[in-house]
């Protein structure tokens, strides 16, 4: 139980173009969803906390109007990286707020911007 | 504000031979605890977590770790690791109480086993 999916794993996209990542929990409900970014041989930095029906809260130095969250449903949020540019690539990794609060974590999605 | 210390970036053992990955935390409040393992290119897994009760948590692939609140440290650690144990291990903490736990990561320790 409490399965997190992810998707795409991997994307490459051009400079400029926007990409959609999905979060999805397959056998719970969650009402809560975060978003990570992990550099190369960094720790997991938390963008954003994503909640059902409502707007997401960002974290200090994340531009909302670049990284759009929504949380339409209690089993999916999407991460979309707006006019992308080579900075933008990273891993980024969602989690759902699962059974007992635990965090499940999707498998990560690899975003590359050309 | 809590934090996470992971004193060790990278930790090379021989295979079956013990090992201690060491986290220590800071919060004015209650906490709760947490080890995840990432493999390459994956997400996290969660390996074992210490809410309440006994502070001797086991988890899977038989880690387990020692919640020492004086110390504030939690201590994850296997008697014997095999090769297929090799990857990032991160601590974790988040506030105890009521809502939404909001987790803060410590930089993550490479676990190498060396055969």
């Not at chain 1, 490459?12 to 990409?19: A, P, R």
């Not at chain 2, 060491?22 to 919060?27: D, I, K």
Request: hydrophobic share 35%; with cysteine.
């Amino acid at each position: 139980g409490a399965v997190v999916s992810q998707h795409p794993s991997r994307v490459i996209c051009k400079s400029g173009t926007s990409v959609k990542i999905e979060c999805r929990s397959l056998d719970f409900q969650a009402t809560t969803m975060f978003w990570y970014r992990q550099f190369p041989k960094k720790s997991l930095m938390l963008m954003a906390t994503s909640n059902e029906g409502s707007k997401a809260t960002y974290e200090q130095g994340v531009e909302k109007d670049k990284f759009l969250i929504n949380h339409a449903s209690l089993t999916l949020s999407t991460l979309t990286v707006t006019s992308a540019h080579p900075e933008d690539s990273s891993f980024y990794i969602c989690s759902a707020e699962g059974p007992g609060n635990i965090q499940y974590f999707g498998a990560g999605t690899r975003l590359s911007v050309l | 504000a809590q934090s996470v210390t992971q004193l060790d970036s990278q930790v090379p053992v021989f295979e079956e031979a013990p090992v201690e990955l060491r986290c220590n935390y800071s919060s004015s409040v209650s906490v709760y605890l947490f080890w995840y393992v990432q493999y390459p290119n994956q997400g996290l897994q969660l390996l074992l977590k210490y809410l309440s009760g006994s502070t001797l948590v086991k988890g899977i692939n038989g880690f387990e770790a020692e919640f020492n609140k004086s110390q504030t440290s939690f201590h994850l650690r296997k008697p014997s690791v095999h090769i297929s144990d090799t990857a990032e291990y991160f601590c974790a903490v988040s506030e105890s109480g009521a809502g939404s736990y909001q987790l803060t990561f410590g930089k993550g320790t490479k676990l190498s086993v060396i055969p």
